[in-house]
């Protein structure tokens, strides 16, 4: 237990802190080298509004913007306030949404985005694993064949294409399903199970999208995967002993095969933080993406920081969580 502590645990908790620290130190000096200043640009918005406003009240909304927004001071002096800040779960007021705080748009769709790519990403990774071993395995079966030859076509098709053409069949010509955003405008949210289904018949066709395009990519991967297993010795034993096809493919074949799908898996999880931006701006869909589209549609400098600082800690902790639990499925980690 001590030796794994040392020379597994700790290396990788170390790795996890130094990732976020340097994700965290990135995106506090890169917004600092663009030319557009967010304080002045405040101040000019007022001013092209038509307000009159005096001088001293310029000068004085000035330094309260940049106090605000962890301006004043030294680079070193908003280094560690901007620590401080991040610390405390303060990531400042939205510029667009003035002034509510970036924490409470975030909080708000992040409940969006998790409820339409959690359920896509899960879907779409086991019925493409599982179809994908099938196919590699069972070369000749023509149904499988077809199902290889559909997840090629579909695979390099851009996301916002397919998105794009259910929304024109099935809310456009064939009108099922709704045509845009999570709910009718003026609808009251609340736990019921009529809000629920209201959700629910608006998450369909963007589930859908993500699902088929996402099946494809795994389905493709893991006939990749489960071709070359096949030709390995305790396969090719297992065969000559006589043992049923399904129990090879099962027990020897998939579980071999499933540990860089694993991965890729807990990647694609990490990356939930970030949002489906082009599938949710299509549909109009009020997660990540949108939010994503908007702050940078209107130069939002406190709420992409807060985007970037959510996505780089969920994507460092999708990896540290996967670091963990790595050894539960692969032997050769649990041996060293």
Same mark, same amino acid.
């Given at each position: 237990?001590?030796?794994?502590?040392?020379?597994?645990?700790?290396?990788?908790?170390?790795?996890?802190?130094?990732?976020?620290?340097?994700?965290?130190?990135?995106?506090?000096?890169?917004?600092?080298?663009?030319?557009?200043?967010?304080?002045?640009?405040?101040?000019?918005?007022?001013?092209?509004?038509?307000?009159?406003?005096?001088?001293?009240?310029?000068?004085?909304?000035?330094?309260?913007?940049?106090?605000?927004?962890?301006?004043? !001071?030294?680079?070193? *002096?908003?280094?560690?306030? &901007?620590?401080?800040?991040? =610390? %405390?779960?303060?990531?400042? #007021?939205? $510029? @667009?949404?003035?002034?509510?705080?970036?924490?409470?748009?975030?909080?708000?769709?992040?409940?969006?985005?998790?409820?339409?790519?959690?359920?896509?990403?899960?879907?779409?990774?086991?019925?493409?694993?599982?179809?994908?071993?099938?196919?590699?395995?069972?070369?000749?079966?023509?149904?499988?064949?077809?199902?290889?030859?559909?997840?090629?076509?579909?695979?390099?098709?851009?996301?916002?294409?397919?998105?794009?053409?259910?929304?024109?069949?099935?809310?456009?010509?064939?009108?099922?399903?709704?045509?845009?955003?999570?709910?009718?405008? !003026?609808?009251?949210? *609340?736990?019921?199970?009529? &809000?629920?289904?209201?959700? =629910? %018949?608006?998450?369909?066709? #963007?589930? $859908? @999208?993500?699902?088929?395009?996402?099946?494809?990519?795994?389905?493709?991967?893991?006939?990749?995967?489960?071709?070359?297993?096949?030709?390995?010795?305790?396969?090719?034993?297992?065969?000559?002993?006589?043992?049923?096809?399904?129990?090879?493919?099962?027990?020897?074949?998939?579980?071999?095969?499933?540990?860089?799908?694993?991965?890729?898996?807990?990647?694609?999880?990490?990356?939930?933080?970030?949002?489906?931006?082009?599938?949710?701006?299509?549909?109009?869909?009020?997660?990540?993406?949108?939010?994503?589209?908007?702050?940078?549609?209107?130069?939002?400098?406190?709420?992409?920081?807060?985007?970037?600082?959510?996505?780089?800690?969920?994507?460092?902790?999708?990896?540290?969580?996967?670091?963990?639990?790595?050894?539960?499925?692969?032997?050769?980690?649990?041996?060293?």
């Amino acid at each position: 237990m001590r030796k794994f502590v040392l020379n597994y645990l700790v290396p990788r908790i170390a790795q996890y802190i130094l990732v976020i620290f340097l994700g965290v130190t990135l995106t506090f000096i890169i917004p600092r080298l663009s030319p557009n200043d967010p304080v002045e640009r405040q101040v000019s918005q007022m001013m092209m509004s038509g307000s009159h406003v005096s001088p001293e009240a310029i000068i004085a909304m000035r330094e309260a913007l940049t106090e605000m927004y962890g301006l004043s !001071g030294s680079v070193w *002096e908003q280094y560690l306030a &901007f620590w401080g800040r991040l =610390l %405390r779960g303060d990531l400042g #007021p939205s $510029l @667009s949404s003035f002034p509510t705080p970036v924490i409470q748009l975030l909080a708000t769709a992040m409940p969006w985005t998790f409820g339409l790519l959690i359920p896509a990403i899960l879907i779409s990774w086991v019925v493409g694993n599982i179809l994908g071993a099938v196919a590699g395995y069972y070369e000749n079966n023509r149904a499988i064949q077809v199902v290889d030859i559909l997840s090629q076509a579909v695979r390099p098709i851009p996301y916002y294409i397919v998105a794009l053409v259910m929304l024109a069949v099935f809310a456009y010509w064939i009108p099922i399903f709704p045509f845009s955003g999570a709910y009718p405008p !003026g609808t009251r949210v *609340e736990f019921s199970w009529n &809000f629920a289904w209201i959700v =629910l %018949r608006h998450s369909i066709l #963007p589930l $859908l @999208s993500l699902i088929l395009l996402g099946i494809g990519g795994w389905f493709v991967g893991m006939k990749s995967l489960t071709s070359n297993i096949i030709s390995e010795d305790y396969v090719v034993y297992a065969e000559v002993t006589g043992l049923p096809k399904k129990r090879i493919l099962s027990q020897y074949i998939i579980p071999n095969a499933m540990l860089p799908q694993i991965t890729g898996l807990a990647l694609q999880l990490g990356l939930i933080f970030s949002g489906a931006l082009i599938m949710e701006v299509v549909f109009g869909y009020p997660g990540m993406g949108t939010l994503t589209f908007q702050a940078v549609m209107a130069n939002d400098y406190t709420l992409i920081m807060g985007i970037t600082l959510l996505s780089i800690i969920g994507v460092a902790t999708a990896v540290l969580i996967l670091d963990l639990i790595y050894p539960l499925f692969d032997p050769r980690v649990r041996h060293q």
